[in-house]
């Protein structure tokens, strides 16, 4: 460990961290700082029976939904672990090229270190170390979600402190409880960002007949998601299109947040009950410290408006939301990568 991390602080290398999320991708550099944020999305063209990249990240995710039959948009990653090894591939190579450019050929294969849910398996972390290496890392090194995720959000992971980090991603829910750089409770809840849009298609098909797409579902959980039903019973207004499922026709028709509220309601509960295990699950003395430390809430999730109240009616205890809840899990990818102070975090195996 000790070579590796002289190693990183060698002039001109371009060692990564790598925040390979379910719905984006973020590549942390080395004294650099976030330098891309593309959604996991790879666009394969098939002619003549031949598969081949055509675009990835940001091109790739405006045809999702919109191409021809010799073109499939695929999203690489499930429930925050890898479901299709070689399209991951490509697009992990494709970024470590975009964040290089022309001077990859100059340098040493970079050392990069990935995120990986706390729930992953041995076979699913293997996954990504292996995607990782035959993308042209020299070494890989994994960090758990939601040690990331506090590190990020500048919590006090190496006191003898307890504290609360819940990372609502776009796959997984990671609910952990963290003292002296390690995890003294975690649970991963599949329920992420994936399963609310899932879950406003899912409303408007039963309740309006309308068949809307993914874009579409994450656009209104994005502008106009909401934990809870507003005061008033209503909130905002939004209007939406889709195909009509009894005419097959296109149709417009207009919602409000109640509705949405009540859409989201069933991943929300999810995760509430998340939390609500985790800290039966918790130690009295660490127990003590998370009513003191509050639980804080990362991920594009976190974003959902009133779920920190809504965690906070139903726990009892403080709850905030991180500075910049998207990026904290890259941020704290990238800190472990460089500060030595948390060295302690990251698994070779």
Do not use: W
């Amino acid at each position: 460990m000790g070579s590796f991390f002289s190693k990183f602080f060698k002039f001109g290398s371009r060692n990564m961290a790598i925040d390979l999320g379910t719905a984006n991708t973020l590549v942390y550099v080395q004294d650099g700082g976030i330098v891309l944020n593309e959604p996991s999305v790879v666009a394969i063209e098939t002619i003549n029976g031949i598969k081949r990249v055509k675009a990835v990240g940001d091109d790739a995710k405006m045809m999702m939904g919109k191409t021809p039959d010799n073109i499939e948009a695929i999203r690489p990653l499930r429930d925050g672990v890898i479901a299709d090894l070689d399209v991951a591939e490509e697009m992990i190579k494709h970024f470590i090229r975009k964040v290089n450019g022309k001077r990859t050929s100059m340098l040493s294969p970079p050392e990069i270190v990935i995120c990986v849910p706390s729930g992953a398996t041995s076979v699913e972390k293997r996954a990504i170390r292996d995607a990782a290496s035959n993308a042209g890392a020299s070494e890989v090194f994994l960090i758990l979600e939601p040690m990331a995720a506090a590190i990020g959000a500048d919590m006090p992971v190496t006191e003898p402190v307890g504290s609360m980090v819940v990372d609502i991603g776009g796959g997984t829910t990671e609910v952990a409880v963290l003292s002296l750089r390690g995890l003294a409770y975690t649970t991963s809840v599949r329920t992420g960002g994936d399963k609310m849009d899932e879950s406003i298609i899912s409303y408007v098909r039963r309740h309006h007949n309308l068949l809307i797409g993914d874009a579409t579902a994450e656009r209104i959980k994005k502008d106009y998601g909401i934990a809870v039903v507003p005061a008033d019973g209503i909130g905002e207004q939004v209007t939406i299109k889709g195909r009509d499922l009894v005419n097959g026709v296109p149709k417009e028709i207009t919602i409000n947040q109640a509705h949405i509220a009540e859409a989201l309601s069933e991943p929300i509960a999810a995760i509430v009950e998340g939390v609500r295990i985790a800290l039966e699950n918790t130690a009295p003395e660490l127990a003590a410290d998370i009513v003191d430390q509050g639980i804080v809430l990362t991920g594009g999730g976190a974003l959902i408006r009133g779920l920190d109240e809504h965690l906070r009616d139903e726990t009892g205890l403080p709850v905030s939301v991180a500075e910049d809840p998207l990026t904290c899990v890259a941020m704290g990818t990238g800190r472990a990568m460089e500060d030595p102070v948390y060295r302690g975090v990251l698994m070779t195996a």
